[in-house]
């Protein structure tokens, strides 16, 4: 079964390629693109369309590899050796199951999501190329393997924060998810407003794409942050006519603070509204 995307996704052709050829190839899917543009929704709605398992492994700074295999809870089993808990006889006990772990046990083939991989130290993607290729791991404290009942579909989003390790890069399929054009993003936007008034969109959609224009910004406006916007327009009831001045020249959006998130942004498109004002 292919991925076409879903009623809730809209995935470009390049994008249903990849993701076809990671799944037919058995290998990692590393997807990359800017803060925003669906990456995590992807394994998501991958999951929805193969009517698969979905599971999520979410990466922080002081995530290790060895948590997405297993982990040995030595803490309670020595305050049940203490308690005299007849537990603490079998080592198993105390082994907690990771990500990785639930994946290859799964009974149907899941799709699992380690997300934003770019946010854990320069060495945890190397020390994830075994389990990952091989598709095994062994467990010490019980001395034995596990081995993965079949291959899950790997999804990994990296936002580009730090390089990653040409060896782990060899293992994985890529694709970067461009930011959508005005077509794609008028796709994805009547995907979440099927009813919004075309005047209102466009409106919306030329001081969307002028401010992601803006030479300097620290924080480029994303699809999802577009999304917001819209939806804060709607509640609001803002008129088309609020997005531009009269004259047709830029003026600061109502509601800027969906789209703009810092005040460097802020405070630099102010100062070019003022300028083009003059």
């Given at each position: 079964m292919a991925?076409?995307?879903?009623s809730?996704?809209?995935?470009t052709?390049e994008?249903?390629?990849?993701v076809?050829?990671?799944i037919?190839l058995e290998?990692?899917?590393l997807i990359?693109?800017?803060p925003?543009t669906g990456?995590t929704?992807?394994?998501e709605?991958?999951a929805?369309?193969?009517d698969a398992?979905l599971?999520?492994?979410?990466i922080k700074?002081?995530?290790k590899a060895q948590?997405?295999?297993?982990?040995?809870d030595?803490v309670?089993?020595?305050?049940d050796s203490?308690l005299?808990?007849d537990?603490?006889h079998?080592i198993g006990?105390y082994?907690?199951?990771?990500?990785l772990w639930q994946?290859?046990?799964?009974?149907?083939?899941?799709?699992l999501?380690i997300?934003?991989?770019?946010?854990?130290?320069i060495?945890?993607?190397?020390d994830?190329?075994?389990?990952?290729?091989?598709?095994e791991f062994?467990?010490?404290?019980?001395?034995?393997r596990v081995v993965a009942?079949?291959?899950p579909?790997?999804?990994?989003t990296?936002n580009?924060e730090?390089?990653?390790?040409?060896a782990?890069?060899r293992r994985?399929f890529?694709?970067?998810?461009n930011?959508?054009?005005?077509?794609?993003?008028?796709?994805?936007?009547?995907?979440?407003f099927?009813d919004?008034?075309?005047q209102l969109?466009?409106?919306?959609?030329?001081?969307?794409f002028?401010?992601?224009d803006?030479?300097?910004?620290?924080k480029k406006?994303?699809?999802?942050?577009?999304?917001d916007?819209l939806k804060?327009?709607?509640?609001e009831?803002?008129?088309?006519?609020a997005?531009?001045?009269k004259?047709g020249?830029?003026?600061i959006?109502?509601?800027?603070?969906a789209?703009?998130k810092?005040?460097?942004?802020i405070h630099?498109?102010e100062?070019?509204?003022?300028m083009a004002?003059?």
């Amino acid at each position: 079964m292919a991925f076409t995307g879903t009623s809730d996704y809209i995935a470009t052709k390049e994008l249903q390629l990849a993701v076809n050829a990671a799944i037919t190839l058995e290998r990692p899917l590393l997807i990359k693109g800017e803060p925003g543009t669906g990456k995590t929704m992807l394994a998501e709605e991958l999951a929805k369309s193969l009517d698969a398992p979905l599971i999520q492994w979410h990466i922080k700074s002081t995530t290790k590899a060895q948590q997405g295999l297993y982990e040995y809870d030595a803490v309670s089993r020595l305050r049940d050796s203490q308690l005299g808990d007849d537990r603490v006889h079998d080592i198993g006990n105390y082994i907690v199951k990771g990500k990785l772990w639930q994946a290859f046990e799964s009974e149907q083939r899941p799709v699992l999501l380690i997300d934003e991989i770019d946010k854990a130290d320069i060495e945890f993607p190397n020390d994830l190329l075994l389990e990952l290729d091989k598709m095994e791991f062994f467990v010490y404290e019980t001395q034995k393997r596990v081995v993965a009942k079949q291959r899950p579909i790997v999804i990994i989003t990296s936002n580009n924060e730090k390089e990653l390790p040409d060896a782990f890069l060899r293992r994985c399929f890529f694709h970067y998810i461009n930011f959508p054009t005005p077509d794609e993003m008028r796709q994805i936007v009547d995907v979440h407003f099927p009813d919004l008034k075309k005047q209102l969109l466009d409106e919306a959609m030329s001081s969307f794409f002028e401010l992601r224009d803006v030479p300097g910004l620290k924080k480029k406006p994303s699809t999802s942050e577009l999304i917001d916007w819209l939806k804060l327009l709607v509640a609001e009831d803002i008129p088309p006519e609020a997005l531009h001045n009269k004259d047709g020249k830029t003026t600061i959006p109502p509601l800027y603070g969906a789209l703009l998130k810092n005040e460097q942004d802020i405070h630099l498109f102010e100062k070019l509204v003022f300028m083009a004002r003059r």
